[in-house]
């Protein structure tokens, strides 16, 4: 069974660029869900993606947008980017009607913006 | 609003001391709370969930409805348990949408 897997695993941007960080859910998941996790702080959730729809959102501005394939891999693109943005980007996926809330995270994308 | 708190940022204790991670949370309705751990190296996996009543390495967890809080024990700390503790709330009706604390280091020193 693959776990859930993620690109790049590091990556440095400027100010004002746009970033597109993907993920690969485990296998059998069709649901996927992204979080950002500031240095010393817990994740925070940004938004979920299920079956290729945005199903929940966190308190993250429009310039954070994603998308899911219909082979449930996502991605998550932020546009006009900023320096608060630096943080590691964790992908984690779930089951179909996982009722018991069980997320399996990937290693994450460290995203550093200059 | 939903948030969960975790007031320790670092805990240290011996080998074979008792462990208690603190874990409060605010939610209007029923909550599910869980414990996340990530080890040196590893991704954040679950520990344990409130709901299954289970004990896993040794870990256990009461949710006190009454004090809202969730705190994680154990009886006897063992050096392979350092690692990083994260107390989720599951946000009601979403099943990605967990609501973590800051996260407490456990350090267990031989």
């Known amino acids: 069974e693959t776990g859930v897997t993620q690109s790049p695993t590091h990556l440095i941007k400027t100010r004002g660029q746009q970033v597109t960080l993907r993920c690969s859910s485990q296998s059998g998941h069709n649901t996927v869900s992204w979080y950002q996790q500031a240095l010393g702080q817990g994740p925070q959730f940004i938004f979920q993606y299920y079956r290729e729809e945005e199903n929940g959102r966190g308190n993250f501005p429009p310039r954070f947008s994603g998308l899911q394939f219909p082979n449930y891999s996502s991605e998550l693109n932020v546009n006009a980017l900023e320096l608060d943005d630096s943080a590691l980007y964790l992908c984690a996926s779930s089951t179909p009607g996982h009722l018991t809330g069980e997320l399996f995270f990937g290693e994450g994308s460290r995203l550093t913006v200059l | 609003a939903q948030r969960v708190t975790q007031p320790e940022k670092l805990l240290s204790v011996f080998k074979g001391a008792p462990v208690e991670l603190k874990c409060n949370y605010s939610?209007?309705?029923?909550?599910?709370l869980f414990w996340y751990v990530q080890y040196s190296r590893q991704r954040l996996q679950l520990l344990l969930r409130h709901i299954s009543r289970e004990s896993i390495k040794g870990f256990t967890a009461d949710l006190n409805k009454g004090e809202t809080s969730f705190h994680l024990k154990k009886p006897f700390a063992q050096e392979e348990d350092s690692a990083m503790y994260y107390c989720a709330l599951r946000g009601s009706g979403n099943t990605g949408k967990l609501i973590f604390g800051q996260g407490t280091t456990l350090q267990v020193k031989p």
């Open positions: 939610y209007s309705g029923s909550p599910e």
